[in-house]
């Protein structure tokens, strides 16, 4: 899934730019998903603090709140992965950006031909976060791109003969076995029980008494038993 995350305060610009990444991503086998905004208000920074995979911010520096570089710091510091795509019609404040010391992808003006400059950089942002380690698969036409790390754990699905991937801010029910995970998923995942596999990398605390499993984001599983390695994971005693 990849997550556009748009920021103009002009609506006749957000709607230009929802039509150039509707168009690019007509093209693609990928799952996107778009956020408009007029403005880097509190709404905003929601968005920018939720833990969603695969964010592209293409953001205008002038707006009636903040700065574009002020929030693009605010995004650095929280986000080393996100890409940050500025379009602009002031030129001018190009080279006060590059002195910023953020890391963006582009800088775009508006009044340059920006269309086809804004496709070739998405296409650049894509390119560079597919290249992340992420568990890569095809399910009913649809290419899933799941970077590791967001994945708590994969577990057998009860009412199919599907799974349920789960991840902090969402989960997602294919039509795959366990066993197709098994061999795409890289050693930080472990079988924990005959229904689930887990990252133990997530995991914070095992309660062997339990049988409960925390991850460091709160969330609990049962879904462990002793015929599996589960001294692999954190053990609280």
């Known amino acids: 899934?990849?997550?556009?995350?748009?920021?103009?305060?002009?609506?006749?610009?957000?709607?230009?730019?929802?039509?150039?990444?509707?168009?690019?991503m007509m093209s693609k086998e990928l799952e996107y998903k778009t956020y408009l905004y007029s403005d880097y208000d509190e709404e905003f920074m929601k968005i920018v603090n939720q833990k969603l995979p695969f964010k592209i911010y293409i953001l205008d520096i002038e707006a009636?709140?903040?700065?574009?570089?002020?929030?693009?710091?605010?995004?650095?510091?929280?986000?080393?992965?996100?890409?940050?795509?500025?379009?602009?019609?002031?030129?001018?404040?190009?080279?006060?950006?590059l002195s910023k010391d953020i890391t963006f992808l582009a800088f775009i003006n508006k009044f340059d031909d920006y269309e086809s400059r804004l496709q070739c950089n998405i296409a650049k942002a894509i390119s560079?976060?597919?290249?992340?380690?992420?568990?890569?698969?095809?399910?009913?036409?649809?290419?899933?791109?799941?970077?590791?790390?967001?994945?708590?754990?994969?577990?057998?699905?009860?009412?199919?003969?599907?799974?349920?991937?789960?991840?902090?801010?969402?989960?997602?029910?294919?039509?795959?076995?366990?066993?197709?995970?098994?061999?795409?998923?890289?050693?930080r995942f472990i079988q924990t029980h005959r229904a689930c596999i887990m990252n133990k990398e997530r995991v914070m605390s095992v309660n062997k008494k339990e049988h409960l499993v925390t991850f460091d984001n709160g969330m609990k599983s049962d879904l462990i038993s002793t015929r599996f390695k589960i001294e692999e994971l954190v053990v609280e005693v």
């Not at 997550?3 to 709607?15: G, K, Q, S, T, V």
């Not at 700065?67 to 006060?96: C, M, N, Q, W």
């Not at 992420?134 to 599907?162: N, Q, V, W």
């Open 1 to 24: 899934m990849i997550n556009f995350i748009i920021c103009d305060d002009i609506l006749e610009m957000r709607n230009n730019i929802l039509n150039v990444v509707a168009t690019f």
């Open 64 to 97: 009636p709140t903040r700065t574009g570089i002020d929030v693009a710091r605010i995004i650095r510091y929280k986000d080393e992965d996100s890409a940050i795509i500025f379009l602009t019609g002031h030129e001018e404040l190009g080279p006060k950006l």
């Open 128 to 187: 560079a976060l597919e290249k992340r380690k992420c568990l890569r698969f095809e399910d009913c036409s649809t290419f899933y791109a799941i970077p590791y790390h967001d994945i708590l754990y994969i577990e057998k699905d009860s009412m199919s003969r599907g799974t349920i991937i789960v991840m902090e801010y969402n989960e997602f029910k294919v039509h795959k076995s366990l066993s197709f995970f098994r061999g795409l998923l890289d050693d």
